[in-house]
């Protein structure tokens, strides 16, 4: 966070660092669903993906309509193209190449794997796909942060972590080597589960097999 700041313009640098400890802003996501914070922590997510999202102009303008133009204090992601959300059902490999900009290491996840994994080394990100080279899966690892239910797992205690999660999912699934949810399309991977009780989430897997996630 202080990293990105350092690269914002005075006025909105002087903005965040000053904060309002009376002011929240929110990311509007769906009906049922929103996330807000302080003004400063939230100003800092918002307009780094304002930047992310540059390419995709027309979106942007939608999804900031609130904030820039209706004077409201929410950004409204319910409004987003497909295109926005990056890594999606139904991409090829070329085309998350093409996404994160750079060319991934590559290796066989086991004998019967169907097609290579991409490593993205940079990212701690390992892209799994089908015999036609259709996105099939994506694991992500720390230094990530991973956002379930407004909350990150990543790199957090897991029991911990499912006390809460089995309450908020009612498809919450739990077995030797983690726990799932969203009907098995999320896998929160813990492989020292068992041996002591600090063990700790190391990879989110999140699956787009049948094109949906």
């Not at 400890?21 to 807000?36: A, C, G």
């Not at 990879?203 to 097999?209: D, G, M």
């Amino acid at each position: 966070m202080n990293g990105w700041i350092l690269g914002l313009p005075a006025d909105k640098k002087r903005k965040l660092l000053l904060g309002d400890t009376n002011m929240s802003i929110f990311i509007f996501i769906k009906p049922d669903k929103s996330w807000h914070s302080q003004t400063g922590t939230v100003d800092c997510i918002i307009e780094e993906t304002r930047l992310r999202l540059q390419r995709y102009e027309d979106c942007v303008k939608d999804i900031y309509r609130p904030l820039d133009i209706e004077g409201q204090v929410f950004i409204d992601l319910s409004r987003a193209c497909s295109d926005c959300f990056g890594v999606r059902a139904g991409l090829t490999r070329r085309e998350v190449v093409s996404l994160f900009g750079e060319h991934p290491a590559q290796f066989m996840k086991s004998p019967f794997s169907a097609s290579p994994t991409d490593v993205y080394t940079n990212r701690s990100i390992h892209v799994h796909f089908d015999k036609n080279d259709v996105i099939e899966g994506i694991e992500i690892s720390r230094p990530n942060v991973f956002l379930c239910f407004g909350r990150n797992v990543l790199g957090e205690i897991a029991r911990e972590i499912a006390e809460w999660i089995r309450l908020e999912d009612s498809s919450f699934a739990e077995d030797a080597l983690g726990y799932s949810i969203s009907n098995g399309r999320l896998v929160l991977y813990v492989p020292e589960k068992g041996d002591h009780p600090d063990a700790m989430i190391k990879t989110v897997y999140i699956s787009y097999e049948d094109g949906r996630v």
